[in-house]
C-alpha cells in the first residue's frame, strides 16, 4: 500500500453528519449558553460590588459626620476598592487579545499565548490591586475605630493571613493555570518556526 | 445570522463534517471528541460573518478546526466517562492494519506534527497546509518527507 492509497482508505470511513436543523439549532444554543454565562459574571461582579460599596459608604458618612476623619479615609479606601474591582476586571477582559480561529496556526498560537501570559500577570499582581488595598482598609477602620488591641491585632492578623494565602493561592493558579499552558503554546510556536527554517 | 447564510453554514459542515470528525477524533480523548466537534462548529458558526473570502474556504475550515483543537487540548480532561463512551471502537483493524499502525503513530505525535500529517491525510496539498499552519510550503515539503520516513520505518518493522 503507498501513501496514496493511504490517503483514499483514511478518507474512505464513513462519519456521520447531523441533519441541517439540528446542527443550526445546537449551535445556535450553546452560543447563547456561553455568551450567557459571560453576561451573568459580569452582572454578578457588579452585583456584589452594588451590595456592598452602600454598607462602606454609609459608615464612610457617619465617620464623616462625626469627624473621624482617618476611620474616613480608610473606609473610602474599600469603598473606592470595591467600585475598583469589577472596573478592573471589566476593562482587563477587553484588554486580553482574542485569538481569531480562523487566523493561521502560527498567528493563533501567538495570540493565545499573549492573553495567556496577560492573565499570568493579572493573577500575579492580584496582592497589589485586590487583596492590599482591601486589607489596609479594613485593618485602617478596625484600628481606627476599635483601637490597637488584643481583639482587633488577631482580627486584622487573620484577615491578613487569608489575603497572603490567597495570593499564593492565585500565584500558583498563574503558574499551573496559564504560565506552563504559555510555556506549551511557546513550544508549539517553536516548533513550527523550525518547520519554517 | 440570515436563513440563506444558515442554509451556507449548514452546507459547509456537511461537506466538511467527516474530516472534522477525524480531525476532533485525533486531539480529544474518546470520551470528549463530541465536545471537540460542537466547539468546532460554535467556532466556525462565530467565525463565519468575517470569512472574507481571501483564503480558500476549505483551508479556512481547517484553520478554525485545528486552532479549536490545539485549544482544546489544554482544557482539563473530563473525569467521568460514560461506558458507551469509552468502549467507543477506533475505524481501524487488526495490529497489522497499515491504517491501525497510522492511528499509533499518530497518536506519539506532538500537536503540529499531527497536524501536518493529518492535513496530507485529508487531502491537502502542501501549499494548502502551509495556508493553514501559516508557514512555507517548502517546510511543509521538508515536515511531511521526514514523517513519512518515520511511519514508513516503523511500518516495515512491523512487518
Not at chain 1, 492590599?132 to 478596625?142: D, E, H, K, R, T
Not at chain 2, 471537540?36 to 481547517?62: C, I, K, N, P
Request: proline content about 4%; glycine content about 4%.
Amino acid at each position: 500500500m503507498d501513501w496514496n492509497d493511504m490517503r483514499r482508505q483514511w478518507r474512505a470511513a464513513p462519519e456521520a453528519a447531523l441533519p441541517r436543523e439540528r446542527l443550526i439549532a445546537e449551535v445556535e444554543a450553546r452560543d447563547r449558553k456561553l455568551r450567557g454565562i459571560v453576561r451573568r459574571r459580569d452582572w454578578l461582579e457588579t452585583g456584589v460590588a452594588v451590595a456592598i460599596a452602600p454598607v462602606f459608604a454609609w459608615q464612610a458618612w457617619r465617620l464623616a459626620e462625626r469627624a473621624e476623619w482617618v476611620g474616613f479615609v480608610f473606609c473610602a479606601l474599600i469603598v473606592a476598592w470595591i467600585g475598583f474591582v469589577p472596573i478592573k476586571l471589566w476593562h482587563a477582559r477587553r484588554a486580553l487579545p482574542t485569538p481569531r480561529h480562523d487566523a493561521p496556526l502560527a498567528e493563533y498560537l501567538d495570540a493565545e499565548r499573549g492573553a495567556m501570559l496577560l492573565q499570568a500577570r493579572m493573577l500575579e499582581q492580584a496582592w497589589l490591586w485586590y487583596f492590599a488595598p482591601f486589607m489596609v482598609g479594613i485593618a485602617g477602620l478596625v484600628f481606627s475605630i476599635s483601637g490597637v488591641n488584643l481583639k482587633t491585632v488577631l482580627y486584622t492578623g487573620s484577615i491578613a493571613v487569608f489575603c497572603v494565602v490567597m495570593s499564593y493561592v492565585n500565584r500558583i493558579a498563574a503558574r499551573t493555570a496559564f504560565r506552563d499552558h504559555a510555556d506549551a503554546i511557546a513550544r508549539q510556536i517553536n516548533e513550527l518556526d523550525g518547520e519554517s527554517t | 445570522m440570515t436563513s440563506t447564510a444558515e442554509i451556507d453554514f449548514a452546507t459547509l459542515v456537511r461537506e466538511n463534517e467527516a474530516a472534522l470528525v477525524r480531525l476532533a477524533r485525533h486531539y480529544a480523548a474518546p470520551a470528549d471528541w463530541q465536545d471537540l466537534l460542537q466547539e468546532m462548529h460554535l467556532q466556525l458558526w462565530r467565525s463565519y460573518a468575517s470569512f472574507d473570502g481571501r483564503a480558500a474556504l476549505s483551508t479556512w475550515v481547517y484553520r478554525v478546526a485545528l486552532n479549536t483543537a490545539l485549544s482544546h487540548r489544554r482544557k482539563p480532561a473530563p473525569v467521568h466517562q460514560t461506558l458507551d463512551r469509552v468502549a467507543e471502537p477506533a475505524d481501524t483493524g487488526g495490529p497489522g492494519d497499515p491504517l491501525a499502525l497510522l492511528e499509533t503513530f499518530l497518536s506519539t505525535l506532538d500537536p503540529v506534527q499531527r497536524a501536518v500529517l493529518l492535513l496530507d491525510l485529508e487531502g491537502l496539498t502542501r501549499e494548502e497546509i502551509a495556508e493553514v499552519l501559516g508557514t512555507s510550503a517548502n517546510a511543509v515539503a521538508i515536515r511531511m518527507t521526514r514523517l513519512r520516513q518515520a511511519f514508513e520505518a516503523r511500518f516495515l518493522e512491523s512487518r
